[in-house]
């Protein structure tokens, strides 16, 4: 059987059984719990083959997840356990973070002839990270007007989890936070912006030696970053257990019945983030003449990575790799990408903006449209370096409505699906990042549009 009957029959399989599925569980239809369960097997197993014989580390990705979803729904409490697997994978990942974005800068800003172009390129990020975010706090805000999903919402005040609220930070204080102290710590912390900070600062440093002084320095960077990359290879090979595992505790602990209590909001961030994609992305890259098609081929497998384990960072080594194989180059790679996690946070920014809406509709508080707009510039501050760390946003989130005397207790109906919007909105951070790196490598006149093919490694096991 070839390859396009294996996944054809596969997917035709599953969705039957799907559909079955739901109908017995909602229609009172007769239990055909044993055979769903065998026949939905079959297909994954259909799947299992259709992956050995394509050999492509998205496709494995791809497959676990829907693996995952089916332990999760059939083996709940065994999925519950397999959270350990996905934290793993995310702490080998953030060992790589620190030591590739200081490689990568360093060689982007040391071995770069013209510093002043390094300061244009850096206001030109600046320019348009800052000019997307805010599409992206208003479309969220115009979303939840027009949903009104929080309206008609019971408060309760079960807590699910823990949350601490944060201390009210002043502007000072933000723009304090960008500086390292100690890099070490910075790097220990998984402080991205700091880290950035001190390799630019570095960068230059080396930039400005002479050359017998900077070339030893900067062969060795070199060597780090390419050693990092190949360090990211060997990790990568666990990501589809881990995304796997991600997916299945997901399911195991939440159920896909949590879908149905608050559908609304859910679906109000899922078309606001696709209407952000399909009227401010898309016109973006067009406009910047970015080949479309061989962005969405690059950007299947890191945004399938962050989608399952709700981390930017773990999506970060393999979408700089992509970038680099559709042409981008790397010094503007390294460069663009690590200052995006922090000024570019395109699907949490506009979660934050649509959240914090709700939280009044829930309570039953009228804001006013001045009121929401003051809200929408606090987020702007307030919302940056927030994307590396899963949850990180409810952080902020709790300290939003404290800053309006809102109530917690909508925050905390929130986050019984939180990981479920927190899929959509970091996938959506991840595919931002990406087209801000190619778009200011159009910007800057270097974007390559017929790269040579050294990169297509990158998919294969």
């Not at 300290?399 to 990981?419: K, M, Q, R, W, Y």
Request: aromatic letters at 8%.
């Amino acid at each position: 059987m070839n390859q396009k009957k294996l996944l054809q029959g596969a997917l035709f399989i599953l969705f039957l059984s799907a559909l079955v599925t739901v109908l017995a569980n909602n229609y009172g239809i007769v239990d055909y719990t044993i055979p769903l369960t065998a026949l939905r097997w079959v297909g994954l197993g259909l799947l299992v083959l259709y992956g050995l014989k394509k050999q492509s580390l998205t496709t494995w990705i791809l497959i676990s997840m829907a693996i995952g979803a089916e332990i999760g729904f059939s083996f709940p409490g065994f999925a519950t356990e397999l959270n350990v697997l996905s934290k793993m994978f995310l702490r080998l990942v953030k060992t790589i973070i620190a030591p590739l974005i200081f490689a990568t800068l360093v060689v982007g800003i040391a071995g770069h002839s013209n510093l002043k172009q390094v300061g244009k390129m850096g206001l030109k990020a600046l320019i348009y990270f800052e000019i997307v975010t805010t599409l992206a706090l208003f479309i969220g805000v115009a979303a939840i007007n027009i949903s009104r999903a929080g309206e008609g919402i019971e408060l309760r005040a079960t807590v699910h989890e823990e949350i601490a609220i944060p201390e009210k930070k002043s502007v000072g204080d933000i723009l304090l936070h960008i500086f390292p102290e100690n890099i070490a710590k910075s790097v220990a912390e998984g402080e991205v912006l700091q880290v950035v900070v001190f390799s630019i600062l570095f960068g230059i440093a080396l930039a400005m030696l002479a050359e017998n002084r900077r070339k030893p320095l900067l062969s060795v960077t070199e060597s780090l970053a390419e050693t990092m990359f190949k360090f990211t290879n060997i990790i990568m090979l666990f990501a589809p257990i881990a995304v796997g595992a991600a997916i299945a505790y997901t399911v195991g602990h939440m159920g896909f019945g949590i879908l149905v209590n608050l559908f609304k909001l859910l679906a109000t961030l899922y078309v606001a983030l696709i209407a952000f994609i399909l009227l401010v992305l898309l016109p973006a890259a067009l406009l910047f003449r970015i080949p479309v098609v061989k962005f969405v081929k690059a950007m299947t497998e890191p945004v399938s990575i962050a989608f399952a384990t709700t981390s930017s960072e773990a999506a970060l080594p393999r979408a700089m790799e992509a970038m680099e194989s559709i042409g981008v180059p790397r010094k503007i790679v390294a460069f663009v990408m690590p200052m995006g996690y922090s000024f570019n946070l395109d699907g949490t920014t506009l979660y934050l903006s649509l959240a914090s809406i709700f939280v009044a509709q829930a309570a039953g508080i009228d804001m006013p449209w001045e009121q929401q707009l003051l809200m929408v510039l606090t987020l702007m501050l307030t919302s940056k370096g927030v994307a590396g760390v899963p949850r990180a946003s409810l952080v902020i989130l709790l300290g939003t409505a404290a800053s309006f005397n809102l109530p917690v207790e909508p925050i905390f109906i929130i986050l019984g699906i939180d990981e479920l919007m927190d899929m959509a909105r970091t996938a959506t951070n991840v595919i931002g990042n990406c087209l801000a790196s190619a778009i200011v490598a159009r910007w800057e006149g270097e974007f390559n549009d017929n790269p040579t093919p050294i990169q297509e490694h990158v998919t294969e096991i």
